[in-house]
């Protein structure tokens, strides 16, 4: 894969590859981390001219996607205490 800085713009070349009945692109795991893609991630392919485009699809905040966000992570206990203020906090 070669980065091409190139008409103000940012151009990789990839290669097409066979998997099963389809054919399929390799995203490079730079390019996932800049925009938070793990497995399972939905892209939205549009098809402009010549070109197609992948874009993230924005996920909707919702109580099931906070709950799933929040799986593994500190509980907020941990990170505020309840033992009372501390300082010369108003409440």
Known sequence: ??????LGGNYMTIAVNQWGNSLAIRIPQSITKSFNLEKG??????VEGNQIILQPVQKKFTAEFAIQDMEGK??????????????DEMI
Do not use: N, R, T, Y
Not at 41 to 46: F, G, H
């Open 1 to 6: 894969m070669d980065i091409q800085h190139a």
């Open 41 to 46: 991630s939905e892209l939205v392919m549009k």
């Open 74 to 87: 500190v509980p907020p206990s941990e990170i505020f205490p309840e033992d009372g203020p501390e300082g």
